[in-house]
């Protein structure tokens, strides 16, 4: 049996379109034989709160195969640079070992697609001039922002899937330092499973 990266995400879009960015960059690294299981998905609110986390994590270790998590959600208007280690250390306290990381996307994940907007140019209607804002992890409303750039709106559950797929994260990644922090994370714990 494969080993197997099981994702814990908020939302329904991130149901989907976690895991398959986290397929697209295992791919893209050339690394072979680590599946991503579906997503366990629970509420924003809920995975702050560290026993729902912890719940959560055991939750993804009893999946067949499960070789390692990733938690993925919106920091919203926490500073995920004091909720993620937060996070991490009450995951170390209750003695997880199955290796892990909790990445919060700055804002939220659409700043991800926000910072690297050139790559998706004339996919799902962004515009074929559409250029990135400046700083995208600080706009409060990057959701908005796409759906006001974007001709026919932008629907998380219908759009995020596809422009992950076109995202250049390589690029994206020096303008969003969460979606860097993923990337981090991911390569580290497959170095680990190897």
Request: aromatic share 4%.
């Amino acid at each position: 049996m494969n080993r197997r990266i099981v994702p814990i995400v908020e939302g329904h879009s991130e149901a989907h379109s976690i895991p398959a960015f986290l397929r697209r960059v295992l791919h893209d690294s050339n690394i072979f034989g680590v599946d991503v299981d579906r997503a366990i998905r629970e509420c924003r609110n809920r995975l702050v709160k560290p026993d729902v986390l912890i719940n959560r994590i055991r939750m993804a270790e009893l999946r067949p195969g499960c070789s390692a998590v990733v938690v993925v959600f919106d920091a919203d208007d926490d500073a995920a640079c004091e909720l993620g280690p937060r996070l991490l250390g009450s995951l170390e306290r209750a003695g997880i070992t199955t290796p892990r990381c909790v990445v919060l996307a700055v804002r939220e994940i659409e700043a991800w697609l926000l910072a690297g907007v050139e790559s998706p140019r004339g996919c799902r209607g962004i515009p074929e001039d559409l250029s990135p804002p400046d700083n995208p992890e600080s706009i409060r409303g990057a959701k908005e922002w796409l759906d006001r750039s974007m001709k026919a709106g932008y629907k998380p559950t219908i759009d995020q899937l596809p422009l992950l797929k076109q995202l250049d994260y390589s690029m994206a990644r020096s303008r969003a330092p969460s979606l860097d922090k993923l990337l981090r994370d991911i390569a580290r714990m497959v170095e680990v499973l190897r």
